[in-house]
């Protein structure tokens, strides 16, 4: 289903980052770069029209050719990126929903560690084999 999930911190640096086919990297952290441009869009735009209540979930970010890629902010400014092939039309945003989720909470264990320091790579087995579920898809 996803070829590429990002985690991206505050300064908008990567703190993880982790596709599919390791060969094609570069191709996808160019992706996930242009794609901030457009999160940080939705967000100011959130902003200005629902006050203090704002969606997480920013959806299609943009889609290419090969693929389609999705955005969600937490409260505080992480930002998660997946990319997923465009070929896969069964795919629903529900199911986008429910990636974002299993991230944000793999994420939320990672940053509850006392030993985790906010804003350094992440670097945990729990939350790689978490990416590798949504990745696979199991």
């Known amino acids: ?39 940080e869009e939705k967000v100011i735009v959130g902003k200005k029209s629902s006050g203090e209540l704002r969606e997480l979930y920013l959806g299609l970010l943009y889609p290419t050719e090969d693929y389609k890629v999705y ?11 997946i990319i997923v ?3 896969y039309t069964t795919l629903r945003d529900n ?18 560690n006392p030993f985790y320091v906010p804003g350094d790579t992440i670097c945990s087995k ?7 579920g949504i990745l696979i898809q199991e």
Do not use: W
């Open 71 to 81: 955005g969600y902010v937490t409260n505080t400014r992480i930002k998660f990126i």
């Open 85 to 87: 092939e465009s070929s």
């Open 95 to 112: 199911d986008i929903r429910q990636m974002f989720r299993k991230l944000h909470n793999a994420y939320s264990d990672v940053v509850c």
């Open 126 to 132: 729990q939350f790689e084999s978490s990416v590798k």
């Open 1 to 39: 289903m996803a070829v590429a999930v990002a985690v991206i911190g505050k300064e908008n640096s990567p703190l993880y980052v982790r596709t599919v086919n390791p060969s094609s990297e570069l191709k996808f952290m160019y992706t996930i770069h242009a794609s901030l441009d457009v999160v």
